[in-house]
């Protein structure tokens, strides 16, 4: 793919520094008085995960890497690590287990997520901004602990564990915001 000037850049795109393929992870544009402009940015390893920090000039540019965005459904997970279909082709996409790390409490069965692909590589996953989970495991709330905005833990279905308010049971179905794993509501289904 042709060059990408750095200005250009933003987080989440992909380019290819030291013959790796890496992420943009930050950004920013730096203009100080009486000097020329330039660009801090962060940017992640596919391969090796290894964060680099650059200071580059703003004339500067780098290999920019096509990025696909396809919807996948996830599946299963066995030896060989995650498994996710396309809902169309059946194509099965193998994510590993250190690039689910951050999303794996999100994983839900038949779910559809937003895969990053760059040269054929699974390179990220996308969540949606908030989730639908069902309550699997959650104490009863104590009659009487309500005076102020009391939460107690809940365990979803994947593991993850939310603070949910007192009157939330298990069996439940509440939405989650995946950013942070904050209890938003109850579900509307």
Do not use: W
Request: one cysteine or more; hydrophobic letters at 35%.
């Amino acid at each position: 793919m042709a060059s990408v000037n750095v200005i250009n850049l933003r987080k989440g795109h992909a380019v290819r520094h030291n013959n790796e393929v890496c992420l943009v992870i930050e950004h920013e544009l730096k203009t100080p008085p009486r000097m020329a402009s330039y660009v801090q940015m962060s940017i992640r390893s596919v391969a090796t995960k290894k964060v680099s920090n650059l200071r580059l000039t703003s004339n500067d540019s780098l290999e920019g890497v096509h990025l696909e965005k396809i919807g996948h459904e996830y599946s299963y997970k066995d030896t060989e690590g995650y498994h996710f279909l396309h809902p169309e082709t059946y194509e099965d996409m193998v994510v590993y287990e250190d690039l689910i790390d951050s999303v794996k409490d999100y994983l839900i069965d038949s779910q559809l997520y937003t895969l990053l692909i760059a040269d054929g590589v699974v390179v990220s996953i996308e969540l949606p901004l908030t989730m639908t989970m069902t309550v699997a495991e959650s104490s009863e709330g104590v009659k009487g602990d309500s005076a102020n905005n009391v939460y107690k833990p809940a365990t979803m279905q994947t593991g993850l564990n939310v603070n949910v308010p007192l009157f939330i049971n298990q069996g439940e179905r509440i939405v989650v915001k995946t950013e942070d794993g904050s209890y938003q509501g109850r579900a509307n289904d």
